[in-house]
């Protein structure tokens, strides 16, 4: 045992000189010939990992006002610029869209999302055009918000029903998970035609455990993604359980596809969105969507859903998050008179992840203002 952590000793410590060699010799010798936006002096071989702190959010903003609305960072042995202002990013995500489209590799987008085969972070090309024209037609344009407009309002009509019996009880609501749940059935509704929060029994325990977990390991730090050539480590065991998450993912995405494969003649003239994309897996330059693309599509759609209860523009074209937030929030102002808990205060700290959220998830005291008829959900 002693041996063993001796020459684990032993590895650090060379795989550290190793780096520190390598970026002091690239500082000496190097010669750019055009200068880097400004920023912070970040250490040998981790950069300016350490400036960001446990609120990174935070850190650049701080940065931003030092430096200006284009920071250069250093993360590990990776170059990273941040725009800080709406013009800023305007340059990056649409003045020059092409040279920014393909994002770099990280364990995430490897383990979780099928090896970057999903719309998020497959290179830009026919594949994830074929992809992009898929979601706006049927997914995110402003005609497939009216045809979903249904669907929005009964499981809205669902959510209502549950937090008034809530009241009935003289119970607190927890407002973030009632919002997944409605959210999660929502984008159940209009890929799957089956809602996924339904019943109280084991499946429905597992996948709403497999949903929190796959948010808590996206928004994970892996020092693995900003060193790459140590990444083979997994010193945090990050990955390690990225891939066992990824296989349950895969066999219940796996069962819900030959599932709705066995009932497609039951959504005769009304097709949901897998059954479109199934039917439209061609396009004209010869691209053929794979079940694994069809896979990780699926899953990102779920998980950019879930994540937009509390960051709505994230993976969501505008318009359909401003129509998902001003229609939820709405609602729930003039459905209910809202109070915190007694003997509680109303926290507004906040927690960093893969959406900022808050630290101490929202829980509310909530009355009726409407008859009580009105609060029914439709059958």
Not at 218 to 229: E, Q, R, T, W
Not at 293 to 303: G, P, Q, R, S, T
Request: aromatic residues 8%; hydrophobic residues 45%.
């Amino acid at each position: 045992m002693a041996l063993d952590i001796i020459l684990l000793r032993e590895l650090v410590s060379a795989v550290l000189l190793f780096f520190i060699t390598r970026s002091v010799l690239h500082r000496l010798f190097s010669n750019s010939a055009r200068p880097l936006p400004p920023g912070p002096r970040g250490w040998p071989v981790i950069g300016a990992l350490p400036l960001l702190g446990t609120m990174p959010h935070v850190a650049l903003a701080k940065m931003a006002n030092k430096y200006g609305p284009i920071v250069y960072l250093k993360m590990g042995t990776c170059n990273m610029v941040v725009a800080s202002t709406p013009d800023a990013a305007r340059a990056f995500l649409k003045t020059l869209d092409l040279n920014f489209s393909n994002r770099p590799p990280n364990a995430g987008a490897t383990h979780l999302a099928y090896n970057a085969q999903d719309m998020v972070f497959a290179d830009y090309g026919p594949r994830w055009k074929l992809l992009r024209k898929l979601s706006n037609l049927h997914m995110l344009g402003g005609k497939a918000l009216e045809d979903w407009a249904q669907v929005r309002t009964l499981e809205l009509g669902h959510m209502l029903q549950a937090m008034c019996e809530s009241s009935r009880r003289g119970e607190p609501v927890a407002v973030p998970e009632m919002l997944t749940y409605a959210m999660a059935n929502m984008i159940g509704q209009i890929i799957l035609s089956r809602r996924v929060f339904v019943t109280k029994g084991s499946e429905s325990n597992e996948f709403k455990d497999m949903v929190v977990e796959l948010m808590t390991s996206a928004g994970l730090f892996n020092i693995g993604d900003f060193i790459p050539s140590i990444a083979w480590m997994d010193l945090q065991g990050i990955e390690i359980g990225m891939k066992h998450l990824h296989k349950k993912f895969d066999l219940l995405l796996t069962k819900m596809i030959d599932e709705h494969s066995a009932s497609a003649h039951e959504r005769k003239g009304k097709p949901d969105l897998l059954d479109i994309v199934m039917a439209n897996r061609d396009n004209s330059a010869g691209e053929r969507l794979s079940i694994t693309n069809i896979k990780a599509l699926l899953l990102v759609y779920a998980f950019s859903k879930l994540i937009s209860t509390s960051s709505p523009s994230l993976m969501l074209r505008e318009q359909m998050g401003i129509v998902l937030v001003e229609y939820i929030l709405g609602t729930l102002v003039h459905s209910f008179e809202w109070k915190v808990p007694d003997g509680t205060e109303l926290n507004m700290d906040e927690a960093f992840g893969l959406a900022l959220q808050k630290a101490v998830p929202l829980s509310a005291v909530v009355s009726p203002r409407l008859p009580l008829s009105a609060y029914a959900a439709s059958p």
